[in-house]
């Protein structure tokens, strides 16, 4: 007999698990966190139907939270809030809002992400490559590439050039103030949170952008605002359009960095080569808009011509000088008069020379 009891209540429990399941009903756990609909809100205590058994329970300290959420509950509204026990004394799950508080805004981070709503951002500081801003209360990032051209234009436009101190400095101007914005990267479990202005803008719209770039052909020779500046290029902002410029792109001489040339807010000319169908970003250059060296260089300095230039590098097989601004000739080992430093000026004479190879050899030693 006891054992057909042992049975019948099993089978009961069964029979109620697997009712509980067809009614939907959630399996809570402490730290699970949940969605709700406020059942009724009194004086430190608000009740919550979270879909289970028991109501949920939020009351004392756990209703506080930084924005004063609690204040503006009221019946009918959702909520997200996290669970700290299943079931206490008298029933209820007991629920916090306060620490839900940071999952609540990156829940709002998504939302605005997958809905493209504008939000605001107020301007903390500068940072590296960009602007720390205060969004729905999370730190945000919004790259210098994705503030609106006015700023260079206006607020900033005495940026200085390379020195992260001197352009923390020419940001202050923007401390405080509130720009609009949209999320376009999030990822909580990195704490990354980026904004663009930009995006905010109907003048940068994708129809507005799309407009523009049908008036821009290859070969085009417009003025920009350096918006960004990159160890492999440099970001112009075309009214609105986006631009690089390829390092390879910035001078017909080896560039080692792009901030040697150029700081941003300043205004430059370009020359558009073409579109990048992926990105819808022009692909420009700045070198181009001079005279090629190398294609005069077979007329300028023959074979047997005498050529004074200053030693820019040097190299095991020998030394490289630079004889005018993108043209290097090589004095190999087995053509130097001895040995060269760099910096050093020197006269030499020039016994190989190929345009199109970009190749010019020249010797320092005294053949008379």
């Known amino acids: 007999m006891p054992k057909s009891r042992k049975v019948h209540k099993e089978s009961s429990a069964m029979s109620q698990h697997y009712k509980d399941a067809d009614m939907g009903l959630k399996d809570l756990h402490p730290g699970d966190l949940i969605e709700g609909v406020v059942v009724s809100v009194s004086h430190g205590e608000v009740l919550v139907d979270v879909g289970s058994k028991s109501e949920g329970i939020i009351s ?5 939270d930084e924005d004063n959420t ?44 997958d809905s493209q709503a504008s939000l605001e951002a107020i301007v ?49 101007v923007l401390s405080g103030k509130t720009l609009k914005v949209k999320v376009i990267e999030l990822d909580k479990e990195k704490n990354r949170f980026v904004l663009s202005e930009k995006d905010a803008l109907s003048t940068y719209s994708d129809e507005a952008r799309e407009l523009r770039l049908d008036k821009i052909k290859d070969g085009d020779i417009l003025e920009g605002i350096v918006t960004g500046i990159m160890p492999f290029g440099v ?9 690089l410029v390829h390092i390879s792109e910035i001078a017909w001489e080896k560039v080692s960095h792009p901030s040697l040339y150029f700081k941003v807010g300043e205004s430059v000319k370009v020359l558009v080569l073409g579109v990048d169908e992926q990105s819808k970003k022009l692909a420009l250059s700045v070198k181009r808009l001079s005279d090629n060296p190398w ?38 080992v087995s053509e130097a008069a001895g040995p060269l430093k760099e910096g050093e000026e020197v006269e030499a004479t020039v016994v190989q020379v190929d345009g199109s ?9 005294n053949e008379n």
């Open 60 to 64: 004392g300290a756990e209703l506080v």
């Open 295 to 332: 294609e005069t260089v077979e007329t300028k300095y023959p074979v047997g011509s005498k050529v004074k230039g200053v030693v820019s590098k040097i190299v095991p097989f020998g030394a490289f000088v630079t004889l005018e601004k993108g043209l290097d000739g090589l004095v190999h």
């Open 70 to 113: 609690h204040k503006n509950l009221k019946p009918g509204d959702t909520l997200l809030a996290k669970v700290l026990q299943v079931e206490n004394d008298q029933g209820y799950i007991v629920l916090s809002l306060k620490r839900a508080e940071k999952d609540r805004k990156w829940k709002d981070a998504q939302d605005a992400l």
């Open 124 to 172: 903390i500081e500068y940072n590296k490559g960009g602007l720390l801003a205060d969004c729905i209360g999370l730190r945000g990032f919004i790259p210098l590439s994705h503030l609106d051209r006015a700023h260079f234009a206006n607020d900033i436009a005495r940026f200085a050039a390379g020195s992260e101190a001197e352009l923390k400095e020419s940001l202050k």
């Open 235 to 243: 970001f112009i902002d075309l009214d609105g359009v986006e631009g």
């Open 357 to 365: 190879k970009q190749k010019l050899a020249l010797s320092t030693r």
